[in-house]
């Protein structure tokens, strides 16, 4: 019985570690971000978010499904839990990443405007945004 009761605790610490890793939503980078393409300026840096440890950047649209993508450009990202991504087509999912892991995300309202770089990973160096006359922001050249 202890035998059984032990494998039970390491099993649910397991799983329970799983979730203590995951990421949601970070709500004052999202407010940072969507503030940023609000504002008059028609080039966004974000190159300048620096408040954590990023190199890439990868923007996923509505309706993606995350393993697929961790998959197809072989990511970690493992860790995103709980986003509306999957079935919402009100928000963009902005992934920063650090060495090819997931390190944070932000569901971005589509209010901004969408992206037309998506799926695409982007180094950090290179995430300057032009806001164009249709709506749309794309990265600079």
Known sequence: MKKLIGIGVIILTLFSCQYLNSLYSDNTLTEKIE?????????????????????ELLILGPYSIVESIEKELNLDLG?????EIEYSDSINLLVFLK????????????????????RQI????????????????????
């Open 35 to 55: 503030a940023e393409f609000k504002s008059d300026s028609e080039i966004i840096y974000l190159t300048k978010l620096n408040s954590f440890e990023w190199n």
């Open 122 to 141: 982007i180094e950090k160096s290179k995430v300057i945004f032009v806001k164009t006359e249709n709506g749309q922001n794309k990265l600079a050249e």
């Open 79 to 83: 860790n995103i839990r709980e986003t």
């Open 99 to 118: 060495d090819g892991k997931s390190v944070k995300i932000s569901e971005v309202s589509r209010g901004i405007g969408d992206f037309t770089n998506l």
